[in-house]
């Protein structure tokens, strides 16, 4: 079993920044991979960005809609990954629910953080 505890978040006003961190815990996991999505009411959840595990390879992914605005980073010590999101827009504001798919294929997820942009 995997916990995530996921913090930041909160409301900004378009242009501004965020950082968003979620930290995995639990007895005898080892990530696959591990990052963020979101979801908006009506919609289904969509990629944010992932960063891929010590071993398992890859590289990370970014959804369409933050590159060049959204940075992933990982800190494989402390099981923990932080998103820096800046260049917000209006558009960004959803629920962020951080993820990790472990190496056993099993799907965990955070229970979710709002981010709201709005002047």
């Known amino acids: 079993q995997v916990q995530l505890v996921e913090s930041g978040g909160g409301l900004v006003q378009p242009g501004g920044s965020l950082r968003l961190s979620c930290a995995a815990s639990g007895s005898s996991f080892s990530i696959y991979r591990m990052g963020w999505y979101r979801q908006t009411p009506g919609k289904e959840r969509e990629l944010v960005a992932v960063v891929p595990g010590i071993t398992s390879g890859g590289t990370i992914n970014y959804g369409d809609s933050v590159k060049g605005r959204f940075t992933i980073s990982r800190d494989n010590a402390k099981n923990t990954v932080t998103l820096q999101m800046n260049m917000l827009k209006p558009e960004d504001t959803a629920v962020y629910y951080c993820?990790?798919?472990?190496?056993?294929?099993?799907?965990?997820w955070g229970q979710g953080t709002q981010v709201t942009v709005s002047s």
């Open positions: 993820h990790v798919l472990t190496t056993g294929y099993a799907d965990y």
